[in-house]
């Protein structure tokens, strides 16, 4: 089964209480699990690679490529849907490891997983049609270029989940619930409600939440540098493209005590919200939707001992997300919300990531917890979209008692 979010749908706020997390997967630019790959963030390590694009170095007088943050040792030769499956499998694998998860509990546990909404793709294609003057030409192309895109999310909705499962020895019941979600990184906060809603109808035990990306894959990266969003000698403002899957174990809190689950972390508030304009409107990003978001999460936190000292935000570089995340700090000092965070980039050290940046964060949020470097008894992820959605929720330290604050 596949979902879309659409922008009626992707708005609200919810509370994560009583979820808990319990597993985590993630496999990067810098390391294949979860524990490499956190603590080489930490350090402030970096893993460069060459990209199949070459652009003009002004300074050498000679062509250069594109440097991004890929995972040659697990993607090379796989390109598509390969690529993706290739990247998820290794991600799950490092969440059952770290779990513990195995087949008998599978009946009851649910697979969410994000995908790329293709946005990128279709501003890229919608540019490149206004070129032509015949109106009844570009209406077709771009109706056929849709009608690909949604044939492509088909495929990948088929496909992914139950391969990824397949490559590490594993399999849902037919009725299990699995869907694959399409969008940005702030659509992962609705998938985050979503499962939680999910966990206390009882509709599952635990569920699988996470995403996969690839920004350095040719088609994906050609359009990223020809809409001036990738960094190069000659554009010091932009992205480095990475890849990345990330996964997290989801589990009612009562449940996971009883059973002696690995608990590191819960969930907090979340909200998701959307602005009236994206990335290539020209509008002014004054901030107001992600003020919505992060401005209820942090009023739902209602006990002022487990304020966040920590935020995760998803600032890539671009002059558009550090405007509106800019405007944001202000609207908060403004209704005197907490403004003044620390600021954890995940981008910084895994590249631009897209759908994987959500659960990403949760990854580094939680081995912040675990290795006590995080230093806060929550931490605050906000998520910015190059499209309409501006999302947050909060993460709870359950290493820490209440009140205390982690050395």
């Keep these: 089964m596949s979902h879309r979010v659409s922008p009626q749908a992707a708005s609200g706020s919810w509370q994560g209480q009583g979820i808990s997390i319990t597993g985590l997967g993630l496999v990067s630019a810098l390391a294949g699990d979860v524990v490499t790959s956190c603590a080489a963030a930490r350090a402030g390590l970096s893993q460069w690679a060459e990209l199949d694009v070459l652009v003009s170095d002004e300074d050498a007088l000679e062509s250069v490529p594109l440097k991004g943050k890929s995972i040659p040792w697990l993607t090379d030769g796989f390109e598509g849907i390969g690529r993706l499956i290739q990247l998820g499998q290794a991600a799950l694998a490092d969440l059952l490891e770290y779990c513990g998860l195995d087949a008998v509990a599978l009946p009851r546990t649910g697979f969410l997983v994000q995908l790329s909404g293709g946005d990128l793709l279709e501003t890229h294609v919608t540019r490149s049609l206004a070129a032509l003057t015949d109106a009844k030409l570009q209406g077709s192309v771009l109706a056929e270029f849709r009608d690909e895109q949604a044939r492509a999310r088909a495929l990948l ?8 499962l397949q490559l590490n020895g594993l399999s849902l019941p037919a009725h299990a619930i699995q869907q694959c979600v399409f969008g940005g990184p702030a659509t992962f906060v609705q998938m985050l409600a979503h499962a939680s809603e999910l966990l206390r109808t009882r509709q599952l035990d635990r569920c699988i939440v996470g995403g996969i990306d690839s920004y350095v894959e040719l088609d994906v990266l050609m359009c990223a540098y020809e809409l001036g969003l990738v960094r190069t000698p000659r554009q010091p403002v932009g992205f ?9 174990l989801l589990e009612r809190t009562e449940e996971a005590r009883a059973r002696g689950g690995r608990i590191e972390a819960a969930l907090g508030a979340m909200a998701l919200h959307r602005e009236s304009f994206h990335r290539f409107s020209g509008a002014a990003r004054v901030g107001t939707a992600l003020f919505k978001s992060m401005s209820s999460c942090l009023e739902q936190s209602k006990d002022a001992t487990r304020q966040p000292d920590l935020a995760i935000v998803n600032l890539n570089g671009d002059e558009f997300r550090a405007r509106d995340f800019g405007t944001t700090l202000v609207r908060l000092a403004g209704v005197g919300l907490p403004s003044h965070f620390r600021q954890w980039y995940p981008v910084e050290q895994f590249g631009e990531v897209g759908a ?6 949760i990854c580094l949020g939680v081995r912040g917890f675990a290795r006590n470097y995080a230093r806060s008894p929550s931490i605050l992820v906000a998520l910015l979209d190059e499209q309409e959605a501006r999302g947050a929720f909060v993460l709870e ?11």
């Design 397 to 407: 330290n359950a290493h820490e008692p209440s009140g205390g604050r982690a050395p």
């Design 157 to 164: 909705s088929r496909r992914v989940i139950p391969e990824t």
């Design 356 to 361: 994987a940046t959500g659960a990403a964060s």
């Design 240 to 248: 480095f493209p990475g890849e990345a899957a990330a996964f997290v």
